[in-house]
Structures are given as C-alpha cells and as structure tokens.
C-alpha cells in the first residue's frame, strides 16, 4: 500500500485535469491525479475546441464563462499565454426552425450580458468569405466567442494542478475503485499495487463506466462518435481566425485551421459505442472509417447550400473520436451516492472543452461542501435512476441525444 491521498482523479482528460486543478487551487489536500496513457492524449487531443458562450440553459452558460476564467488565472499562473484565439462566432439560420433557435440563443445571451447582434449578408461574407451569402437567412455575430487548442487547454490544467500542490502520474492504469462497506477506499492499478484515499473521481471519460461496472454502479452515458474533416489550404478563403459558424439547418459547423477549413457535421443516426469494446489508447479504437463516406454523402448536400464547391474541396484530414452523450444533454457531475466518497466528472455532451472548468468547479465544489455555483440537480449522476450504460436501448437514447443537437 502507497501513501494515503485524500483525493484521486482517475483520468488525466479536460474533464479530470480541470477538476484537479480546481481542487488543489482550494488546497482540497493530497491530490493525485492518474491516467493509463499521456495526459491529454485521449479525447481533450481530437475537439474542435470551440468555446461556445451562448446556450439556452443559464447553468452551462455559467460552466463556459467559468472555463474563459480559468484561461485568464492559469496564464498568470504558469506565466504564459494558452493562445486563446477570439475569433467570434455567427450562428445561421435559414429556416423558420432554426430562426426559432437562433432567437432563443439571442435572448439567453443578452440576459447573460454576451455580446451579439444580427449581421446583413454583407457583412456575413466580409467575415466568411467562403460563404454563399445569398444562403443565409439570418446570422448572429457573437465577436466574443473564441476557440483554443484544446491538448494546450488541458496540459495547463494538469500544470496548473501542480503548481498547485497536486501530483500528476501519467501512464498509470488504474485497474478498480476499490470500496468497502458503501465507501471509496482508492484504487487498484494495473500492477497490482493500491493506492488508499477518503474520495475518488471517476473522470476516465469514455472509459469511466467500466471503472464503475464492478461497483454496479450506472453513470448515465455512451460514448457516441463526433468528428469533422479539414479541408486542403486556402489562405484566401479560409483566412485564419475569421469567426466558427454554427449552421443548423446544415447539420454543420466550421471554424478556420491556419488556413485550412474545419467542418463538422452531424448525421441524422449518431453512432453510439459500447464501451466495453472500446480500447485502452484511442488509437487502436476503430471509429468507423469505412462509413465515413456516408456521413459525407448524407451530410455534405446539406451544407453544399452554403459552401457550393464542397465536392471539389480536398479533404485533407479525417478527425473522429468520443463524446460522452447524456440523453438530456446535460452534464454528469457530483457524488455517486451508492459509495461515500466517489464522485463522478463525465458525459460532456461535445462541450468538455468549453465547460470542463466549470464542471471541474461544480465537482470540487460538492467534493469539499462549498455552495455550489449551479444547481447541482442538474447534473446528478443518479438523475435517471438506475441506468444500463451497456444496453443497447440505452445507447440508442445518448445517441439520439447527439443527432438532435443543434448548437456548436
Ligand atoms: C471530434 C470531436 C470534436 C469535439 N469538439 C468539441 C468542441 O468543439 N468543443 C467542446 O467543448 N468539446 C468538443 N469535444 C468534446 C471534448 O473533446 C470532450 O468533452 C473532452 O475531451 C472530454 O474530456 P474527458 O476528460 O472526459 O475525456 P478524455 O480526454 O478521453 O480523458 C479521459 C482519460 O481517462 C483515461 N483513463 C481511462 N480509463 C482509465 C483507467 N482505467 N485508468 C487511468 N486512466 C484512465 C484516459 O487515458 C483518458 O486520458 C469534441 C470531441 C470530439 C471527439
């Protein structure tokens, strides 16, 4: 048996290096944090990393604004900018549906004071100027909408856990939370050896409910493939740092590359994986390359209406990997009350970039018993009752949770 910690964080992802960092800045007590591969390497390395501000729920608006303020700390605190690029946003909307949407979105940022206005077609291809602007129906500019090299954005959490106290051990595979009489009492690793704390937190993302399978223990969420594709470069069109658009009535959203565009696009089935098939290091994992080309086929006339060459534009790179999805596209966070002492960080919905310093504040918050800055209600694990991550039935409905998702 290793030296006693107060608390350990299994996953070294954006979701477990925020919550580290967020407990140690408390000075919450020994903190380590573990992670079976490199820190960042895992899903927080595949995002595209937009920081969307505006959502129609006040609580993940909180959640977001907390993440701008941890970039603002941590680069005091390490003594180094993150380059977070603030390029703005413009939401599309060229359908009744849509244009519903985009007012809802409007009316929640301005009572959460986030800058945006509606911009003329004009002004929509001065920004894009790859963008058939005779397409766009309505368009809200958000100039404070930014984005960030998300490995970057969870490398300073982790560094800034340490500058705060906390250890950090990458490559350490933690093989069970390990429990006696209803509460946590650390972990078991790969070798065989343990590691004894009061608390633990289950951050290990798309892993994490295989961590809780020999509890019994359900978080409610799957792992549901996300991905976008990065076209050839063209500086002219695709200047660098013109504002990420959010196209609803295209499935889509984009954002600049160093020239280059990134387009993600959202099938009408997302595909949901069972986790227990998922490998150790994503690498190894197959997201479907094969159907790749039907996403493309399904997808790519929608947005064909806005970027009328698409056919023609090389494609360059194919990103995919897993966002946890829960089937009311909230968040999981708090304790999980089967085991006194586990607390679980998970399910991000595609928006641990964007919200992981503020899920990382909401679980460090209920981790010490200090008056949480949202309704953690919103967030419980145990909010569905006693879920099956591992039934298909239940998977279907994570899924289903992405392919109705409308913003960015
Ligand atoms: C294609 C794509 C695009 C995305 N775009 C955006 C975006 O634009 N904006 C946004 O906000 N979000 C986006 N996301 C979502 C974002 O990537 C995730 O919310 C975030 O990375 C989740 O972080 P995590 O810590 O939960 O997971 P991970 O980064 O996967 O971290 C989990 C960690 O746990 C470790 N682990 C697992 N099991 C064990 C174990 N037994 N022992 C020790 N360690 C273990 C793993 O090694 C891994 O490092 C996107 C995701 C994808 C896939």
């Not at 959640?63 to 680069?75: A, G, L, P």
């Not at 290990?204 to 223990?217: S, T």
Request: charged share 20%; with cysteine.
């Amino acid at each position: 048996m290793e030296r006693t910690y107060d608390i350990i964080v299994v996953g070294g992802g954006l979701l477990g290096c925020a919550t580290a960092y967020q407990l140690a800045k408390r000075r919450a007590g020994r903190i380590l944090l573990l992670d079976g591969n490199e820190v960042a390497s895992q899903a927080s390395s595949r995002a595209a990393c937009l920081l969307t501000r505006a959502r129609t729920k006040p609580a993940l608006m909180e959640m977001v604004q907390e993440t701008y303020d941890c970039i603002v700390e941590m680069e005091h605190l390490l003594d180094e900018q993150l380059g977070l690029q603030v390029c703005g946003s413009l939401t599309i909307a060229s359908s009744a549906a849509s244009l519903k949407g985009l007012e809802a979105l409007e009316a929640a940022a301005d009572r959460f004071g986030i800058p945006n206005g509606r911009i003329s077609r004009r002004e929509v291809k001065r920004l894009l100027p790859w963008i058939e602007a005779e397409a766009v129906g309505e368009a809200c500019y958000m100039p404070t909408d930014a984005f960030i090299d998300c490995a970057v954005l969870c490398s300073a959490y982790a560094r800034s856990a340490l500058a705060c106290g906390a250890e950090v051990r990458p490559n350490t595979r933690v093989k069970a939370i390990t429990a006696e009489g209803g509460a946590v009492t650390g972990v078991e690793l790969a070798d065989g050896s343990r590691i004894a704390a009061g608390g633990v937190v289950n951050a290990a993302g798309a892993w994490a409910n295989l961590l809780m399978r020999p509890l019994g223990v359900g978080l409610p969420f799957t792992p549901v493939r996300s991905h976008f594709w990065i076209t050839g470069i063209d500086k002219e069109r695709f200047p660098a740092n013109h504002p990420f658009t959010v196209i609803p009535d295209a499935r889509a959203f984009t954002r600049s590359d160093v020239g280059a565009l990134i387009i993600g696009l959202r099938e009408s089935e997302c595909r949901a994986f069972d986790p227990a098939t998922l490998t150790d290091k994503l690498e190894d994992f197959d997201f479907g390359r094969a159907a790749e080309w039907q996403v493309l086929d399904e997808c790519a006339p929608l947005l064909k209406r806005y970027l009328p060459d698409i056919e023609e534009l090389g494609i360059a790179h194919y990103v995919a990997g897993p966002s946890c999805y829960v089937p009311d596209a909230m968040f999981v966070v708090g304790p999980v009350r089967q085991y006194a002492g586990l607390h679980a960080v998970a399910g991000c919905c595609g928006g641990g970039v964007a919200a992981g310093g503020g899920m990382g504040r909401l679980a460090a918050e209920l981790i010490l018993g200090e008056e949480p800055f949202v309704p953690p209600a919103l967030f419980a694990p145990d909010r569905f009752g006693e879920v099956d991550p591992f039934s298909p039935a239940f998977q279907k409905r994570c899924a289903e949770a992405r392919s109705n998702k409308k913003g960015g």
